[in-house]
């Protein structure tokens, strides 16, 4: 597995995907890249460069566990870009990678060719979604045989009084189908995370939301920000306002989709991402 030294001599590694144009992946949640599978197939049309942060997956744990913070991840971000040779490149970030993405590109706007956020976290530009918007988005799922006890615990959460079981509970409300492959996908995330380092990554200085938003609003290059339809975790209101604060971007929200659109309908996936990468014309 490949691998290079970040400016402060931890080993980073990688894996690499396919064959074409590279497209660096930043997972979410810091943890190691393989939930994101293959992306539902995109290796076919792209080279994915799948990214263990610091930490995590085959990623050595920093002497500086400080260093987990994501603005100070932006330098390691740009050290995967030197270690490769890319002038510029696409970058792919998923749930909190997208904020770590959203930091890259405002400091580095030049070296970003296009930009894919996939059901993203908005910690960094300062956009909170209320207990109400995913309340309302979760009643949606009524019909569904798991949602008595999962709403029941999701209320519970939203008034203020969660517990690592209520938590467990609404596990269903992010995938768009709460079967087998669902079950399987989040199970398989078992010690996948560090939690020092997902409790570092936002600490406080991470984060400027108001010089963040400034930069993005200058950001030209082509933006594609996807929600899924029924995603508790990233609401489509908020990822919808999130993209409007770039001059470029397409919002797509995928019909059905959680928070892993990838998994809900990989073909309908694929067709997007593919179709943005390739030309900008992202579709629904």
């Known amino acids: 597995m490949p691998s290079f030294s970040a400016f402060d001599g931890t080993d980073l590694a990688y894996h690499v995907l396919g064959a074409g144009a590279p497209v660096i992946c930043l997972p979410g949640g810091m943890q190691d890249t393989g939930y994101l599978g293959e992306l ?13 942060l610091r930490g995590t997956g085959r990623s050595a744990i920093p002497r500086d566990a400080a260093s987990y913070r994501c603005d100070r991840l932006v330098d390691d971000v740009e050290a995967l870009r030197e270690h490769l040779g890319l002038e510029r490149f696409d970058l792919l970030a998923h749930c909190a990678g997208a904020n770590l993405a959203a930091l890259y590109a405002a400091r ?63 596990d269903p409300f992010f995938y768009g189908r709460w079967d087998e492959a669902a079950r399987a996908h989040l199970a398989a995330q078992d010690g996948r995370r560090n939690d020092e380092a997902a409790a570092a990554f936002g600490a406080e200085g991470a984060f400027d939301p108001d010089a963040t938003r400034a930069a993005l609003s200058a950001f ?22 999130f993209a409007a604060l770039f001059p470029n971007a397409d919002l797509v929200v995928q019909p059905g989709a959680g928070h892993y659109p990838w998994l809900d309908d990989a073909g309908r996936f694929v067709t997007t991402t593919a179709a943005f990468f390739e030309d900008g014309a992202p579709s629904a």
């Open 40 to 52: 539902g197939g995109l290796p076919a049309h792209r080279q994915l460069i799948m990214f263990d």
């Open 220 to 241: 030209a290059a082509p933006v594609l920000v996807l929600a899924g339809e029924v995603d508790l975790n990233s609401i489509p209101v908020v990822v919808a306002e």
């Open 108 to 170: 580095h706007p030049e070296r970003v060719g296009r930009l894919a956020l996939i059901t993203p976290s908005t910690r960094a530009v300062g956009i909170d979604a209320t207990g109400q918007a995913r309340l309302e988005l979760a009643r949606l799922r009524a019909d569904e045989p798991w949602f008595p006890p999962a709403f029941a615990a999701l209320e519970t959460i939203v008034a203020g009084d969660a517990t690592g079981d209520r938590w467990a509970a609404v």
